[in-house]
């Protein structure tokens, strides 16, 4: 059973910095794509930003192009969403995701099966 951790949100001012984590407990597999999402009060859950574990192709939602970057430390299983230049609308609850067997990502949140429990990220002016 795939289990994702996530971890490092938290408080943040206008323009500050963010780094999440999300620890990958009990696959093995290589062709997986891991995904950052995230759920606004009142809103859908939209993708944020995707990579692809065995090719290490990225993706990122327009929103936060040229802000966020997603990369992965294969050996520990973990990916990472660094967050810069924040702003009040990225205040959501970010979740990690897995899409298992997979040769490309995608943007469903339907495609993808495991998912983390989520970290709150707020960000105040």
């Known amino acids: 059973q795939v289990q994702l951790v996530e971890s490092g949100g938290g408080s943040v001012q206008v323009g500050g910095s963010r780094r999440l984590s999300c620890v990958a407990h009990?696959?093995?597999?290589?062709?997986?794509?891991l995904a950052w999402f995230r759920q606004a009060p009142g809103k859908e859950r939209e993708g944020v930003a995707l990579?692809?574990?065995?090719?290490?192709?990225?993706l990122y939602a327009d929103s936060v192009k040229g802000r966020f970057t997603i990369s992965q430390a294969d050996a520990k299983r973990t990916v990472y969403l660094q967050m810069d230049e924040l702003q009040p609308e990225d205040t959501a609850l970010y979740y990690c995701?897995?899409?298992?067997?997979?040769?490309?990502?995608?943007?469903?949140?339907?495609?993808?099966?495991?998912w983390g429990q989520g970290t709150q990220v707020t960000v105040s002016s």
């Open positions: 990579i692809h574990r065995l090719s290490g192709t990225t």
């Open positions: 009990g696959y093995r597999y290589r062709r997986v794509c």
């Open positions: 995701a897995a899409h298992v067997l997979t040769d490309s990502c995608t943007w469903s949140v339907g495609d993808y099966k495991f």
